[in-house]
């Protein structure tokens, strides 16, 4: 039990490191003598709060408030980062750790990424290095699409002036106007505390990089995984698994997202991370001002269909062609071609059972797509343009060199990564 006197918790938690394992001990002085006692790493995470936090501030007056958003402190805390103190670092790491033990008055820093690429991972993994004083003095806010600015706003005053010196939020590009407030976490809470945003949405933490968070922020880019640190992270040296994950952080879909991957969330990761990702961006930049050539798509309801189509072209030539043509799924080509060329005669009878409308339709459904003679809105080079600028930024596609060997000229082609 934590010693207190008049409410005022006093003594010191120490660690020792014994022959590799961790202990714990709360140490203060009762009637002249040093009383020390061994207590568990949870009680000692909750003695370091109380005597860090009610050594300035009324304790039980916090515990009783009410936060606007998810926000966790304390053991709260504590309990949403067990889950990954046994997970393998990401290079980044050491980037985050250095922002945490670095002055950067007035600049927050920014984890922005495609899903499923260890953002809040890297976020528990960071609250986790902290010491235990540090960790008195750290918060991690949930971002919820029903939250508002004003909300957050409230509670990130509340923490900033209550002692609270790393502040770490998470889905933060959910909240409707990011964009335009962005500033406001540097300005104003960057120079009270240590400010880490991470959110889904690359394309809107891109456009904030060069407008409201313009030489305020320090990016940390997680979408780009390199085989060698997948292998190290993972422990897989499979260079098949490495395409299998797509470049995510990924096994079996729960290691570093503990929800299976359905069709359904599999649908959502698809949307959140490239076509509803554009969509949501510029829909709350400026009150859609920067849609630009998109904007005739995006209110018929068509602009996902294009965006799709594009990445579903299998040459990945954006051509107007690819979208005007009648949809057909070349991955359900390439099974057609791989079952006609196989050696069990079941297995290839087996296509003339297929019903090729349903799955071609049911694959249109999944992506949004529809075809020309369904489109209201007209398609020009402009748009597609457009999209493929923001598909880059979003690293679903690259511009590499390729060389013919008739011309042996070299030239850009657009692959998807």
Partial sequence: MLLNIGMKYIGNV??????????????????????????????????????????TYDLDEFESHVFKTDVSTNLGLYALESQYRLYKKRYAFNDIKNYLDNDNPGKVLILYGLRR????????????????????????????KDNKYIELKEDLNYLTTHGFKYIFIDEVTLLDNFISISSVFSDIFGTRSKIILSGNDSLGLYIAKYDELFDRA??????????????????????????????????????????????????DYIDTAIAGNITHSLKNYNSGEHFSSLFALYEKGELKNVINRVIEDQNHRFAISVIEKEFQSND???LKDLIFKSLESDVSNSLDKIDEDKIIDTLKHSLDIIDKSEMDAPISDAI??????????????????????????????????
């Fill in 218 to 267: 320090i990016f940390i880019h997680t979408t780009y995984i390199s085989y060698k640190e997948f292998s190290e992270v993972l422990g897989i040296d499979s260079i098949d698994k490495y395409i299998e994950y797509g470049g995510t952080m990924s096994i079996e879909a729960n290691r570093y997202n503990n929800t299976p991957l359905s069709d359904d969330n599999y649908q």
């Fill in 384 to 417: 597609l343009k457009e999209i493929e600028s923001y598909l880059d930024v979003l690293d679903v596609i690259k511009s590499v060199k390729e060389v013919t060997m008739v011309s042996q000229k070299m030239q850009n082609k657009h692959v998807i990564v």
């Fill in 332 to 334: 359900l080509g390439s």
């Fill in 14 to 55: 120490n660690k020792k490191i014994i022959n590799g394992n961790i202990y714990y001990y709360h140490q203060y002085r009762e009637n002249g003598k040093m009383i020390t006692k061994s207590i568990s790493e949870k009680e000692a995470y909750d003695h370091s709060f109380k005597m860090v936090y009610s050594s």
């Fill in 117 to 144: 690429t260890g953002k809040t991972t890297l976020i528990f993994q960071s609250l986790i290095s902290l010491t235990l004083k540090e960790h008195a003095k750290a918060a991690f806010i949930r971002i919820n």
